[in-house]
């Protein structure tokens, strides 16, 4: 339970956002970091700084790197170096590495596979949606085949939007030493 507010009560401020609270040791870790005791803001309502969550989210990268799939270059396929740069073909993969690096030793170890993420929208969430404020069993009202009905129009008509999007997961990754071999990329050859 929530113990609400009353107005005779002794409220303590963060000394930092000024922010009131009834509890005193929560008001003075208010505008702390939990991991390193180093003052933070509020953005995303994060107990960490933006210091300790910039590690916390390497350390995941990390592991997930660690965990990612080896496979062998494919020029056909999408590659992304997760920090939001995308490669869409050979050529993009080629600059991305030639422009982007002096030297061989500070080329990134791998790049990652990335997929495209489809457009689908779902007959069944749609109605759900749409009956929200209805009766609870409106949604029976709905035979199985018009529901399949909506479906293959949805399909449809994803698929005339000219949607596209690639995702950032880092579930298989290539080794660059071979993509600049394969591709020819003399500078670090
Ligand atoms: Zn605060
Ligand atoms: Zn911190």
Partial sequence: MVNPIRKDMTLYECSNCKRKFADKSVASNCCVCGICGEPKDHKHSNVECQACLDKKYQERDRKFVEKA????????????NNDDQWMFDGDGVYYYLADNYDLKEDLPEYL????????????????????????????????????????????????????????????KKVLVSEVVEVLDIKKFL
């Fill in 112 to 171: 990652y596979v990335s997929e495209e993420i489809p457009f689908v929208l779902c007959a069944e969430s749609v109605i759900e949606n749409a009956l929200d404020e209805h009766h609870e069993d409106a949604g029976d009202c709905i035979s199985k085949k018009e529901y399949k009905r909506l479906q293959d129009f949805l399909n449809q008509w994803a698929k005339d939007q000219s949607i596209l999007s690639w995702d950032g997961y880092l579930d």
């Fill in 69 to 80: 799939t080896l496979v062998k270059y494919d020029s056909k396929l999408v590659y992304h």
